[in-house]
């Protein structure tokens, strides 16, 4: 038997921790706010900032919703504090930009519906067509039921479960800020094309694993149109609701005062930044459509084709929207351009349904009558297009009556009545209780091209036009106006 008692060696100096005590808490750290944030904050509390309406505990609650917001996308150190709008004002342009789009609601006020045809030489405006069916807004308490395709095939329940899983996500904004998450999901499901499916989901949300989507935290409604040279920041990209919010703005101006200039620049800017974050929904349909329908009403056929090219792309996608008015323009944007290849391609994509659709048919029809040299046949359809037609045929009219004056040069001899020319041109005034009108249009029209002294009022009174010395000056007039290609900013 061992003199000696064997104990265990220390193998460090601490004190062991007694079986009962807890290990001390790890203190979550705080957030920390810069100067300028703090600064921004103390603005909000003062008085003098104060807005009639917005009570204490509505713009604190907006400020504690909207701190936390930014900085979860990453944007808290990149926005210039110094004239970032007060939480109180926010919530102001929020509420008049929500009232302004109830009462348009309301009230009937939006811009687009269509009569069935347009005659005489009224044509109609941008802001006579109606957008109330346009998916803006939900009416409360009601609900897409779907198409019955979506019912039979059980379509709309997938797509329900694809919004809700697309939501959650979205409401993770670190999934939108962590690489690492991104390459994870990437690796987990594979490839997923950029291109979206013909049959995914319509709503709001975008998809969140598009790579190099911005989220947007600008709360400005109206914001002016910058061609990007860098990577766009998301203060100044403005989130959905707020695009909204502010399309419904701009609609409503654009009723009230026609500023093409200032309409044309905020809806560029809507385009731009519902590009930069990836949105494909109805709401993008409906910017573009409008904005195209804007654009034809001023003659910027350039401005016009941009969004037509964007708007194919959308409906390929299984986007709803006016696709029979919008198709019915892509042709006789074609028609205009004389871009033969892709016109055909546009009428090699038709379906049999398609072209029984109104503006789709009237096209084919104002196609065929140029085709075959029908003047008289195509200057009936112009006066019946149907929607904004006649804003793209007023691009090709002049040409086409160079063309139909001298045909009419060489078929009638020696002279006919000017009244036969007015008729036969489509000439109308544009004030019906203005006799003489179409009269008046048609001399100055054949004056443009040195040809008042061809108009002779005979001792009768009658006034003729000398088509047995015309011929020459309008055959040439009419090679002139068809020689070479119209090239045109936007050109598909």
Request: glycine letters at 4%.
């Given at each position: 038997?061992?003199?000696?008692t064997?104990?265990?060696?220390?193998?460090?100096?601490?004190?062991?921790?007694?079986?009962?005590?807890s290990?001390?808490?790890?203190?979550?750290?705080?957030?920390?706010?810069?100067?300028?944030?703090?600064d921004?904050?103390?603005?909000?509390?003062?008085?003098?900032?104060?807005?009639?309406?917005?009570?204490?505990?509505?713009?604190?609650?907006?400020?504690?919703?909207?701190?936390?917001?930014?900085?979860?996308?990453?944007?808290?150190?990149?926005?210039?504090w110094?004239?970032?709008?007060?939480?109180?004002?926010?919530?102001?342009?929020?509420?008049?930009?929500?009232?302004?789009?109830?009462?348009?609601?309301?009230?009937?006020?939006?811009?687009?519906?269509?009569?069935?045809?347009?005659?005489g030489?009224?044509?109609?405006?941008?802001?006579?067509?109606?957008?109330?069916?346009?998916?803006?807004?939900?009416?409360?308490?009601?609900?897409?039921?779907?198409?019955?395709?979506?019912?039979?095939?059980?379509?709309?329940?997938?797509?329900?479960?694809?919004?809700?899983?697309?939501?959650?996500?979205?409401?993770?904004?670190?999934?939108?800020?962590?690489?690492?998450?991104?390459?994870?999901?990437?690796?987990?499901f594979?490839?997923?094309?950029?291109?979206?499916?013909?049959?995914?989901?319509?709503?709001?949300?975008?998809?969140?694993?598009?790579?190099?989507?911005?989220?947007?935290?600008?709360?400005?409604?109206?914001?002016?149109?910058?061609?990007?040279?860098?990577?766009p920041?998301?203060?100044?990209?403005?989130?959905?609701?707020?695009?909204?919010?502010?399309?419904?703005?701009?609609?409503?101006?654009?009723?009230?005062?026609?500023?093409?200039?200032?309409?044309?620049?905020?809806?560029?800017?809507?385009?731009?930044?519902?590009?930069?974050?990836?949105?494909?929904?109805?709401?993008?349909?409906?910017?573009?459509?409008?904005?195209?329908?804007?654009?034809l009403?001023?003659?910027?056929?350039?401005?016009?084709?941009?969004?037509?090219?964007?708007?194919?792309?959308?409906?390929?996608?299984?986007?709803?929207?006016?696709?029979?008015?919008?198709?019915?323009?892509?042709?006789?944007?074609?028609?205009?351009?004389?871009?033969?290849?892709?016109?055909?391609?546009?009428?090699?994509?038709?379906?049999?349904?398609?072209?029984?659709?109104?503006?789709?048919?009237?096209?084919?029809?104002?196609?065929?009558?140029?085709?075959?040299?029908?003047?008289?046949?195509?200057?009936?359809?112009?006066?019946?297009?149907?929607y904004?037609?006649?804003?793209?045929?007023?691009?090709?009219?002049?040409?086409?009556?160079?063309?139909?004056?001298?045909?009419?040069?060489?078929?009638?001899?020696?002279?006919?009545?000017?009244?036969?020319?007015?008729?036969?041109?489509?000439?109308?005034?544009?004030?019906?209780?203005?006799?003489?009108?179409?009269?008046?249009?048609?001399?100055e029209?054949?004056?443009?091209?040195?040809?008042?002294?061809?108009?002779?009022?005979?001792?009768?009174?009658?006034?003729?036009?000398?088509?047995?010395?015309?011929?020459?000056?309008?055959?040439?007039?009419?090679?002139?106006a068809?020689?070479?290609?119209?090239?045109?900013?936007?050109?598909?």
């Open positions: 038997m061992p003199s000696y064997s104990v265990t060696a220390r193998h460090t100096l601490t004190r062991p921790m007694a079986m009962h005590q290990a001390p808490a790890v203190e979550e750290p705080k957030a920390k706010f810069t100067d300028a944030v703090r921004w904050v103390q603005r909000a509390f003062a008085p003098e900032n104060a807005v009639p309406g917005i009570s204490d505990a509505d713009w604190k609650a907006k400020l504690l919703d909207y701190l936390p917001s930014v900085q979860a996308s990453g944007a808290m150190d990149t926005i210039d110094t004239i970032h709008p007060l939480p109180q004002q926010i919530l102001q342009q929020q509420r008049q930009a929500a009232a302004l789009a109830q009462s348009m609601t309301n009230t009937n006020l939006s811009p687009f519906s269509f009569p069935s045809h347009i005659t030489a009224h044509k109609r405006k941008s802001s006579d067509l109606d957008l109330l069916d346009d998916g803006l807004d939900t009416p409360p308490g009601k609900k897409s039921k779907g198409s019955l395709e979506d019912r039979v095939t059980g379509r709309e329940k997938k797509q329900d479960k694809k919004q809700k899983k697309s939501k959650a996500l979205q409401n993770d904004n670190s999934v939108l800020l962590d690489s690492d998450a991104l390459r994870r999901r990437r690796e987990r594979g490839h997923v094309s950029p291109q979206s499916s013909p049959f995914q989901s319509r709503d709001d949300t975008p998809a969140v694993d598009t790579p190099g989507a911005v989220v947007g935290t600008c709360q400005k409604l109206e914001k002016n149109y910058f061609r990007l040279t860098s990577a920041k998301p203060e100044e990209v403005r989130p959905l609701s707020v695009l909204k919010e502010a399309f419904a703005l701009i609609r409503e101006k654009w009723k009230l005062d026609h500023n093409y200039h200032y309409t044309k620049d905020q809806l560029k800017s809507i385009r731009q930044d519902l590009t930069v974050q990836h949105f494909k929904n109805d709401f993008v349909v409906i910017v573009y459509e409008t904005h195209a329908r804007i654009a009403e001023q003659g910027d056929v350039g401005e016009y084709n941009m969004c037509q090219t964007q708007l194919r792309s959308l409906y390929k996608m299984g986007l709803s929207g006016k696709r029979d008015e919008f198709t019915g323009y892509r042709i006789l944007y074609f028609v205009f351009t004389r871009k033969q290849a892709d016109l055909n391609d546009v009428l090699a994509d038709l379906t049999s349904a398609e072209k029984q659709m109104k503006s789709v048919k009237h096209a084919l029809q104002v196609h065929a009558a140029l085709a075959s040299g029908n003047y008289h046949r195509f200057f009936r359809l112009y006066q019946t297009a149907p904004l037609g006649p804003y793209l045929l007023d691009q090709t009219v002049p040409r086409q009556r160079l063309a139909a004056l001298a045909t009419i040069c060489k078929a009638y001899k020696q002279d006919v009545s000017l009244d036969f020319i007015v008729n036969e041109l489509g000439f109308q005034a544009e004030d019906e209780d203005d006799t003489d009108g179409a009269r008046r249009q048609c001399v029209f054949i004056a443009e091209h040195n040809g008042e002294h061809l108009i002779q009022q005979k001792d009768d009174g009658a006034v003729r036009f000398l088509t047995s010395k015309a011929g020459l000056l309008f055959e040439e007039a009419k090679q002139r068809f020689k070479g290609n119209v090239d045109l900013k936007g050109q598909v």
